[in-house]
């Protein structure tokens, strides 16, 4: 069995933390680096719940997509939620590891797994690194359809193919325009709608969208926006980030036993349509 700092290195080549923003809060946030790893459980968040699935599973990591402080803090006491996490997580010898903008724009990355769970073929990042002469990394990803179908089809396939949430999918335009190209970011993304308008694509699909930037985006030009839940966006890289440490525990013999957390982590949990008009 490897050790977590075994691991960890392992973990930090496929998305170097030095790659993260500069006000990111990634890597090990408590572990033994001593420690065997036997199993691991990927999640998108690490609240108390995925905590607890991880103690169920037997697991001695955690992986995260979000950070557990990002902010900083001056204290883990126990009477705070975050501060609970953290006491769970060592009184079970489990280790909590964040892969967050730094798997954003990895090869493959958060919207490369987004992009496949729309069965979407990649053709280059949205914002392209400056610093990967490959041209393969950056932030989001452009898109195109194997064949064209309308804005209400596309958003259809969203919804089924994206992990189910209170919020659904919401749609901004002409549901009846055709759509080839989509360009996709997984996580909050109405900061992209410059790089969205200049790439030139149909649709837009993401997360977190405001009303004004969408107002603003529909007014300008006749791009339709397809907003999921964050969480749901996300979600598609635990299983292709999965898959990737299976890959390297076969190749280096570890038998480590991987697992991928189905625990609906997104805050919302109910949603009720308004039919009612102003008065």
């Known amino acids: 069995m490897p050790r977590l700092s075994e691991v960890i290195t392992a973990l930090d080549v496929l998305w170097p933390p030095e790659r993260a923003e500069e006000w990111d809060a990634v ?88 992009a496949g769970a729309l069965d979407l073929r990649v053709v280059r990042p949205l914002v392209p690194d400056p610093t990967d002469t490959s041209g393969r990394r950056g932030l989001g990803r452009i898109c195109e359809l194997d064949q064209p179908e309308t804005l209400g089809a596309f958003a259809e396939r969203a919804a089924k193919r994206l992990p189910g949430t209170a919020q659904g999918i919401r749609v901004a335009g002409d549901t009846d325009a055709t759509v080839r190209t989509v360009a996709v970011s997984g996580g909050s993304g109405d900061s992209l709608f410059d790089a969205v308008r200049a790439a030139g694509v149909d649709v837009f699909l993401t ?73």
Do not use: M
Request: proline content about 6%.
């Open 27 to 114: 890597g090990t946030v408590c572990g033994d680096p001593g420690a065997e790893v036997r199993r691991v459980l990927f999640a998108v968040d690490p609240v108390q719940a995925v905590a607890d699935e991880a103690i169920s599973l037997g697991a001695q990591l955690i992986v995260t997509h979000h950070p557990l402080y990002l902010r900083g803090t001056t204290t883990v006491a126990a009477g705070h939620f975050k501060g609970r996490v953290v006491h769970t997580l060592i009184k079970n010898d489990i280790a909590l590891h964040v892969a967050h903008t730094n798997a954003d724009t990895a090869d493959p990355g958060v919207s490369d797994a987004l």
């Open 207 to 279: 997360s977190d969208l405001r009303h004004h930037p969408v107002s603003e985006a529909t007014q300008q030009s006749p791009l339709g926006l397809v907003d999921a839940a964050h969480w749901a966006t996300e979600w598609p890289w635990c299983e292709q980030a999965a898959a990737q440490l299976d890959e390297i525990s076969d190749r280096h013999g570890w038998d480590l036993r991987v697992h991928v957390s189905r625990t609906v982590t997104d805050p919302w949990t109910s949603q009720h349509s308004s039919p009612g008009a102003p008065n």
